[in-house]
């Protein structure tokens, strides 16, 4: 009687357990889909997602899906899952635009890196507005062949698209946008319908052989002109993605759509050299070299950077003032009680401030250069998966 009383007992907690099981793994799941955007909603002004506010250019965006990418990187370590959202833009009930967002659901620990599009000389623009540490912020414009959906979400919000009559092209114009830091990133790119804004539809088998490559654009004075707008809007919508990054969003200013005839709506000036450095590189009017030494000269010496990324010196020179300050103290006594002489301490003291100080600083500097562990993020790139192809 007391085995069977025993295994009774067993057979209870086991179920018990089984139960406890089945309830964490229901509320798991229940947190894992909360705040799904189901297609068909509309968003206007600012798209909430996992904490992060991004303005939206003005108009009604409809959702076509929003889950998970199925993107993994084993070098990003615990972060949850890439969360995607595909949004349409609607104008006289015409598809206008697209856009894919890509962002962190849980942060990272060692920073997420740059899009590699960030760092081509192939495509209209691509400038980087300041990369440091884990903080970078960079943006491009080119077209996109429509050609493939390797993410998940794209695939549903392709059939969505169908269902409600909407053709998305082959061929689109796209700025990207990338804002990282160690723990976050917002990856947001538009992609422009170009038919809606009276220039003719193309087919392209190649990304190549589109007439929007950067290389082909002298040949349609009215493709250029909308290049040259998308870039132009880019280099304001940049700084709003970067502040979305980092919570300094209001949402009550309205962000126009591109504009052939508008010039940038939001003051970047270091961007906004930066993408005329580029444009001048590809026109031939500097060569590589002198794009690269002006391009240095202005990320160093410019107005500053959005980073927020400590820089090695200040720290240093911050912990050598600070422990200067602790022995110093503790050495008045010292000197004081050997020499006896007021003036004889002092003049030990200002000597140990003067040599001691700059040893610490030299070598705390050294060896945080040489010797530190290094950020495996400032070199890294890192891509998702996104609509179509852009080589």
């Not at 894919?100 to 740059?114: H, K, R």
């Amino acid at each position: 009687m007391a085995g069977l009383s025993m295994l009774s007992g067993l057979k209870a907690r086991a179920l018990l357990l089984l139960l406890g099981i089945t309830v964490t793994g229901s509320v798991a799941g229940a947190a894992h889909a909360d705040g799904v955007l189901k297609p068909g909603t509309a968003v206007e002004r600012i798209l909430e997602v996992d904490g992060k506010r991004l303005p939206l250019p003005e108009g009604r965006w409809v959702v076509g899906g929003d889950g998970d990418s199925g993107w993994d990187d084993p070098r990003m370590g615990a972060y949850g899952y890439l969360r995607s959202l595909v949004l349409f833009r609607i104008a006289d009930n015409k598809l206008d635009a697209v856009l894919e967002v890509n962002t962190n659901v849980l942060p990272a620990t060692d920073g997420w890196g740059m899009a590699a599009n960030c760092a081509r000389t192939d495509l209209v623009l691509a400038v980087s507005r300041y990369r440091a540490g884990w903080d970078g912020s960079c943006f491009f414009v080119t077209h996109t062949l429509a050609n493939k959906d390797e993410n998940p979400v794209w695939a549903k919000a392709r059939a969505f698209a169908a269902t409600q009559g909407w053709k998305i092209p082959g061929v689109l114009v796209t700025a990207g946008f990338r804002a990282a830091n160690r723990s976050d990133v917002i990856d947001a790119r538009f992609h422009f319908v170009p038919e809606t804004r009276g220039l003719p539809a193309e087919i392209a088998g190649r990304w190549k052989d589109s007439g929007w490559m950067s290389s082909k654009l002298d040949e349609s004075r009215d493709r250029s002109a909308f290049a040259q707008g998308v870039s132009n809007w880019s280099v304001g919508y940049a700084g709003v993605v970067d502040a979305a990054l980092k919570g300094r969003v209001d949402g009550t200013a309205p962000i126009p759509m591109p504009d052939p005839t508008r010039k940038s709506a939001t003051d970047d000036s270091i961007a906004r050299h930066m993408a005329a450095l580029e444009l001048m590189r590809q026109s031939g009017q500097i060569s590589q070299k002198e794009f690269e030494a002006q391009s240095e000269t202005l990320l160093e010496n410019g107005t500053g950077s959005s980073s927020t990324a400590p820089d090695l010196s200040v720290i240093t020179a911050v912990k050598a003032f600070s422990y200067r300050v602790i022995v110093s103290v503790s050495h008045i006594f010292v000197d004081y009680y050997w020499t006896g002489s007021y003036v004889a301490t002092g003049a030990l003291e200002v000597l140990q401030i003067t040599i001691n100080s700059a040893k610490f600083y030299m070598h705390e500097l050294g060896w945080a250069k040489m010797m530190g562990v290094p950020r495996t993020d400032a070199a890294r790139i890192v891509d998702f998966r996104y609509l179509g192809s852009n080589v």
